[in-house]
């Protein structure tokens, strides 16, 4: 995670007393405080999420009148979200710019001062389990949830694209996918540009992004298009946010610690298979139909295709 060593009750879902820092990313914890926001104070969060995190690294009049608030509202919003004052809150901010630029060389060298043991292995294993445990608390149900309704509309087209590390996530639940429901395409960026990956997508179609830091410029620019012509835009990430949430309606976040200098996708590759176990529930019969027919189909047989209710969603 961005700060370490914070206690357990300055995390996301737990009181934040005003003698500690936040121990979630700001934008994750905007997230997770937004019910107990004032209007006012809404208007910050969208400005801030919207210019995240460049807006929250300006004056606080600059920063109020990006939304056209004052100042005072500035310092409640703060308040609300577990900060002592503004220059905490920019110094957790700061923090967060340095670990979202921050390179796998840098990384390397943080990680070989912190190894916790003299295996390797069991260095790796620790740490995917705390992963694990972490993005209990990071992912949010509500958004979860939300996803496995989209993708239950059959009438909803789906776009799923990745990066250059993040694709095989990408390739995995395309695939996966692709089982249990009709309209499922996968982006590959080596053949396709953000134009002909968009061009048969209509609003209220579906599109699925895997953006993890260093964040990739061609994938925060399909999700833009994508949300300007209608599409809903899922985002997985890692608890530094990727530009791409600006646009996303659902953010479904995993921690991403590591032994070594590159982040891990253990907790992503759990939450994948999680949100496809909750879609067979989901889908019921109708994804089980349809595995059948694909299960004849390599057998050379021949089943009738169910019809499909029309309409967009």
Request: net charge positive.
């Amino acid at each position: 995670m961005a700060v370490k060593n914070v206690p357990k009750e300055a995390r996301i879902g737990n009181p934040v007393t005003n003698d500690t820092a936040a121990g979630a990313p700001v934008g994750e914890l905007v997230r997770s405080r937004s019910a107990s926001l004032s209007p006012a104070e809404r208007k910050l969060a969208r400005v801030l999420l919207a210019s995240y995190p460049i807006a929250g690294l300006e004056s606080v009049a600059r920063f109020a009148g990006r939304a056209g608030v004052s100042p005072p509202t500035v310092t409640r919003f703060i308040g609300k979200l577990g900060f002592r004052g503004y220059p905490q809150f920019q110094e957790v901010l700061r923090g967060e710019v340095q670990e979202r630029l921050s390179s796998p060389l840098v990384r390397y060298r943080d990680e070989r001062r912190r190894r916790r043991s003299d295996s390797v292995l069991a260095d790796a294993l620790e740490v995917a389990r705390a992963n694990l445990q972490e993005t209990l608390e990071l992912l949010s149900q509500r958004d979860f949830e939300e996803v496995v309704d989209l993708l239950s509309d059959p009438r909803r087209r789906v776009l799923v694209i990745g990066g250059r590390v993040s694709g095989q996530l990408a390739r995995y639940l395309g695939g996966q996918l692709h089982l249990l429901r009709p309209g499922i395409s996968l982006f590959d960026a080596e053949r396709s540009t953000p134009a002909e990956a968009l061009v048969d997508l209509r609003r209220g179609d579906l599109l699925l992004v895997f953006d993890y830091r260093r964040y990739q410029a061609d994938t925060i620019e399909i999700s833009r298009l994508a949300a300007a012509q209608g599409c809903a835009v899922v985002l997985f990430t890692d608890p530094w946010l990727s530009p791409a949430s600006k646009w996303a309606s659902q953010v479904l976040v995993t921690s991403v610690e590591t032994v070594g200098p590159f982040d891990s996708l253990v907790a992503a590759t759990a939450a994948v298979e999680a949100l496809v176990a909750a879609l067979v529930v989901r889908l019921g019969q109708r994804a089980h139909g349809r595995m059948q027919r694909l299960e004849a189909l390599r057998a050379g047989a021949v089943l009738a295709e169910p019809e499909l209710s029309s309409g967009g969603p």
